[in-house]
Nanobody
Framework: QVQLVESGGGLVQAGDSLRLSCAAS????????MGWFRQAPGKEREFVAT????????SYADSVKGRFTISRDNAKNTGYLQMNSLKPADTAVYYC??????????????WGQGTQVTVSS
């Protein structure tokens, strides 16, 4: 059982930056792709970004492309999401996940508990 613990969320102003971290409890973290999803109040959880096991391949939602960067350090069992030029529309609970892409959807192995990101205008 891999535990994922997110940190780095908070309250910021539009245009600011935040860096989220996702610490995994097991070294098997490096065997999985990982990603970040988010859920705003009253909305479904949505894809933000994913990265493959080696860090050599990434994908982003159109809404964050060019502003967010996903990365990972397998030696530290940790993944990251650097968020720049934040907008109020980015306000959500951000969840770390490990798993892999299926044919059309993310197939999660594990989810973290989430960290709140609030962007004020």
């Amino acid at each position: 059982q891999v535990q994922l613990v997110e940190s780095g969320g908070g309250l910021v102003q539009a245009g600011d930056s935040l860096r989220l971290s996702c610490a995994a409890s097991e070294r098997t973290f490096s065997m999985y792709a990982m990603g970040w999803f988010r859920q705003a109040p009253g909305k479904e959880r949505e894809f933000v970004a994913t990265i493959n096991w080696s860090g050599g391949s990434t994908s982003y939602a159109d809404s964050v492309k060019g502003r967010f960067t996903i990365s990972r350090d397998n030696a530290k069992n940790t993944g990251y999401l650097q968020m720049n030029s934040l907008k109020p529309a980015d306000t959500a609970v951000y969840y770390c996940t490990t798993g892999n892409w299926g044919t059309t959807r993310w197939v999660a192995a594990y989810w973290g508990q989430g960290t709140q990101v609030t962007v004020s205008s």
